[in-house]
């Protein structure tokens, strides 16, 4: 029928670092299948229809760490508000933009100089 068809990978590119990040975030006890079900929907919500209708169910990878901080505050609050948390209580959470919080504690692989 003409359809063209985007390949995506999601838990190795999106998945796992967003809920490794959350968890270190909320200093989580323990990680659930709740938390990776929480994962899971905040990728969802972040492929556009345009891409759905291509037939890719991952946002680009142009966007990986804007939707890996995503991911990493929506499991964060998950693991906080399910009282799992080593350093806060429920609703008690570290930044009012959990999003923002998140994105500001991402490693960043920058390097000084050449690499000649």
Do not use: W
Not at 39 to 46: D, Q, R, V, Y
């Amino acid at each position: 029928d003409g359809r063209s068809f985007l390949p995506g990978q999601g838990n190795n590119a999106y998945i796992f670092p967003g809920v490794g990040l959350g968890s270190l975030v909320a200093g989580a006890t323990s990680l659930t299948d709740q938390d990776f079900y929480v994962a899971a929907a905040a990728l969802a919500e972040k492929v556009s229809p345009a891409r759905l209708a291509q037939g890719c169910c991952f946002p680009p990878l142009d966007d990986i760490r804007s939707v890996s901080a995503y991911i990493a505050a929506k499991v964060a609050v998950n693991v906080i508000d399910s009282g799992r948390s080593s350093k806060y209580p429920p609703s008690a959470y570290p930044a009012q933009d959990m999003q923002e919080h998140c994105l500001q504690l991402m490693y960043v692989p920058s390097y000084d100089g050449d690499s000649k």
